[in-house]
């Protein structure tokens, strides 16, 4: 399990403790029937709220209300607790092919009442994963700014966005790798994480470059005003841009003089 962007100590410890007591029950044997889901299926639609997961391959998102709260790896668990319906709005999505491991709840604590200590790890956990989702939950919804994201798969080659169109929306880098380029020259890279198409945005003018997807990339995009809502709302969306816009002239800088990057 991690999280997206840079979430902040206090979200980053409970996601570590999350780790560390989901890492007890690593042995714990599920029964051998395996369930597939391709990329963008939602896996509530075929599981049971009764059922618990475990994430043999592929990465699974944690989305509410069209933002990316966690990222769900090989070998995390899905706790029924956090299954729960959430008034429709909490989904588990398939990033890519995603293989899963079932077995209902009961079944599994019933195995467990024979180790007082693993059921105790076990109810820990839950809470955990709880008081993670909660704490997520209010600092997504602090004053009342909710982005109505979406997410967008690109192929290798593919262009995300092309230089002289409109400035529509701004997009954050999930998971890939991308190249900046105007005209037919490279001048930089995005990396995962970095919030890119957003100088467009906020100077209200077209776009003066292009991004093409080095690798498969997963971007999120959220539309022009709301951006700018975002940016007046949370300052640290505004921290993590000046950081990605100075790396990236940096980047140009180096590919103009031929100098090494700064150790600054």
């Not at 690593?26 to 369930?35: E, G, I, L, N, V």
């Not at 639609?45 to 790896?73: C, F, K, N, S």
């Not at 994201?149 to 529509?168: S, V, Y």
């Not at 590919?255 to 700064?262: I, K, L, Q, Y």
Request: hydrophobic letters at 40%.
């Amino acid at each position: 399990m991690y999280l997206p962007g840079e979430p902040g100590s206090r979200f980053e410890a409970l996601a570590e403790q999350c780790n560390r007591l989901a890492r007890h029950f690593d042995q714990h044997r599920f029964p051998d029937s395996r369930h597939h889901f391709l990329p963008g299926a939602e896996l509530g639609q075929t599981v049971a709220p009764g059922d618990l997961l475990r994430i043999e391959t592929g990465v699974v998102y944690l989305v509410y209300r069209h933002r990316t709260l966690v990222i769900l790896q090989p070998g995390d668990i899905v706790c029924p607790l956090v299954m729960a319906d959430s008034g429709g709005a909490l989904h588990y999505v398939a990033e890519e092919k995603v293989t899963v491991a079932k077995q209902s709840a009961s079944e599994f604590l019933t195995q467990l009442t024979s180790n007082p200590d693993q059921l105790a790890l076990w109810f820990e956990l839950q809470v955990t994963v709880q008081r993670l989702f909660m704490e997520l939950y209010g600092e997504h919804t602090k004053i009342g700014v909710r982005p109505q994201a979406g997410f967008l798969r690109f192929a290798a080659g593919e262009c995300i966005l092309r230089e002289g169109t409109e400035a529509d929306y701004a997009y954050t880098l999930l998971k890939g790798r991308a190249v900046v380029s105007v005209g037919d020259q490279k001048v930089g890279i995005v990396e995962e994480g970095e919030i890119f198409g957003a100088l467009a945005v906020l100077n209200g003018r077209a776009r003066n470059a292009s991004v093409y997807a080095k690798t498969d990339c997963t971007a999120m995009a959220v539309p022009a005003d709301q951006f700018i809502d975002l940016i007046q709302a949370h300052p640290e969306t505004s921290l993590r841009l000046v950081k990605a816009m100075a790396r990236q002239i940096e980047e140009l800088n180096r590919r103009v003089t031929g100098a090494p990057p700064s150790p600054l």
